[in-house]
């Protein structure tokens, strides 16, 4: 059975910190990795990787994807307490449907 | 752009009931897809469509129907309403596989079952 495992379930820090959050994920046909970020409402979407070691940026936030390890990580540097959100990755397989299976996604404070 | 929009955004329901959430794109997706969301369990995919005509069941379709009789639209029914079926719905939709898409997500629909 497909899964996606994401670890810290929850993380507590303080502004100007870096943080790095992480995704495992066991997807039958691998086709890519996606990284949503979840404030009040809708999820939006942040980066999705398909080829190993190619670093994705935006401003302060990163993601680069291990596929011999069948892991990604997301880093935040300098947090703001606007990074405070769930962070949600979610792997896809290469099925025509575009179903993506998700972790339990990373809670994220971040403390003035 | 409305992107996906969904109604109601909040709902009471008593065991029993039945009810349909709505979800619409403007974006002409042919992809779309119903997740719900418990805390700490990220999200399920409940059913999902890749076009008109066509639906098919998630990892969690049980109590659960849709339909998608035309490309903006995807509404999913509660038959028979249960405690377990509390939960916030997202519907999202994208527009293709080939190359691949991020789904984009709708606000929710936060749904309890007393």
């Given at each position: 059975?497909?899964?996606?495992?994401?670890?810290?379930?929850?993380?507590?820090?303080?502004?100007?910190?870096?943080?790095?959050?992480?995704?495992?994920?066991?997807?039958?046909?691998?086709?890519?990795?996606?990284?949503?970020?979840?404030?009040?409402?809708?999820?939006?979407?942040?980066?999705?990787?398909?080829?190993?070691?190619?670093?994705?940026?935006?401003?302060?936030?990163?993601?680069?994807?291990?596929?011999?390890?069948?892991?990604?990580?997301?880093?935040?540097?300098?947090?703001?307490?606007?990074?405070?959100?769930?962070?949600?990755?979610?792997?896809?397989?290469?099925?025509?449907?575009?179903?993506?299976?998700?972790?339990?996604?990373?809670?994220?404070?971040?403390?003035? | 752009?409305?992107?996906?929009?969904?109604?109601?955004?909040?709902?009471?329901?008593?065991?029993?009931?039945?009810?349909?959430l709505q979800c619409t794109q403007d974006m002409n997706h042919n992809y779309m897809y119903w997740y719900r969301q418990d805390p700490g369990m990220g999200l399920k995919l409940i059913y999902y469509s890749?076009?008109?005509?066509?639906?098919?069941?998630?990892?969690?379709?049980?109590?659960?129907?849709?339909?998608?009789?035309?490309?903006?639209?995807?509404?999913?029914?509660?038959?028979?309403?249960?405690?377990?079926?509390?939960?916030?719905?997202?519907?999202?939709?994208?527009?293709?596989?080939?190359?691949?898409?991020?789904?984009?997500?709708?606000?929710?629909?936060?749904?309890?079952?007393?």
């Amino acid at each position: 059975e497909d899964k996606v495992v994401q670890s810290p379930l929850s993380l507590v820090v303080h502004e100007g910190d870096t943080v790095t959050l992480n995704c495992s994920y066991e997807v039958t046909n691998f086709r890519s990795l996606l990284w949503y970020k979840q404030e009040k409402k809708a999820p939006t979407f942040l980066f999705m990787l398909t080829s190993s070691g190619i670093e994705k940026k935006s401003g302060r936030l990163s993601s680069i994807l291990d596929k011999k390890e069948l892991s990604s990580i997301l880093n935040i540097t300098a947090t703001q307490t606007g990074d405070s959100a769930i962070y949600l990755c979610a792997g896809r397989g290469s099925s025509n449907t575009g179903k993506l299976i998700f972790g339990q996604g990373t809670t994220l404070q971040v403390k003035p | 752009n409305a992107g996906v929009t969904q109604t109601p955004k909040f709902r009471i329901l008593k065991i029993g009931q039945s009810m349909t959430l709505q979800c619409t794109q403007d974006m002409n997706h042919n992809y779309m897809y119903w997740y719900r969301q418990d805390p700490g369990m990220g999200l399920k995919l409940i059913y999902y469509s890749v076009g008109a005509g066509i639906t098919d069941k998630g990892e969690v379709p049980n109590g659960y129907n849709v339909s998608r009789s035309t490309t903006e639209d995807f509404p999913l029914r509660l038959e028979l309403a249960a405690p377990s079926q509390t939960s916030v719905y997202f519907c999202a939709s994208s527009y293709s596989t080939i190359p691949d898409q991020p789904q984009h997500f709708g606000d929710g629909t936060r749904l309890s079952i007393l």
